[in-house]
């Protein structure tokens, strides 16, 4: 069994920052690229970054310069640094990792969601 873990989610007033983290836990052999999504109300969930396991990154257009992902091989563990929040960035967010498990099995595994809402 493997499970992702959001956390660190919460309620801040634009310009704020918040830092989400990403735990996997349970039979992993090796977890190649880590990412997180965002999907906020009415609309579909959409990639915010990505990080190879040897630390290459992707940004969406719209996070750039705002948003930094990072991540700790040895605890299994993805954040997603978020400075300058902006209302827009409203929305839950979701870790998403692809899993090699003991038993030599690949899959995407998705976390629960953590909901981030930025409000004044």
């Known amino acids: 069994q493997v499970q992702v873990v959001e956390s660190g989610g919460g309620l801040v007033q634009p310009g704020g920052s918040l830092r989400l983290s990403c735990a996997a836990s349970g039979s992993i052999f090796r977890i190649d690229t880590m990412g997180w999504y965002r999907q906020a109300p009415g609309k579909e969930r959409e990639l915010v970054a990505t990080i190879t396991p040897g630390g290459t990154t992707n940004y969406a257009d719209s996070v750039k310069g705002r948003f930094a992902i990072s991540r700790d091989n040895a605890k299994n563990t993805a954040y997603l640094q978020m400075n300058s929040l902006k209302p827009e960035d409203t929305a839950v967010y979701y870790c998403?990792?692809?899993?090699?498990?003991?038993?030599?099995?690949?899959?995407?595994?998705w976390g629960q969601g953590t909901q981030v809402t930025v409000s004044s």
């Open positions: 998403n990792a692809f899993i090699s498990t003991i038993y030599m099995r690949t899959n995407t595994y």
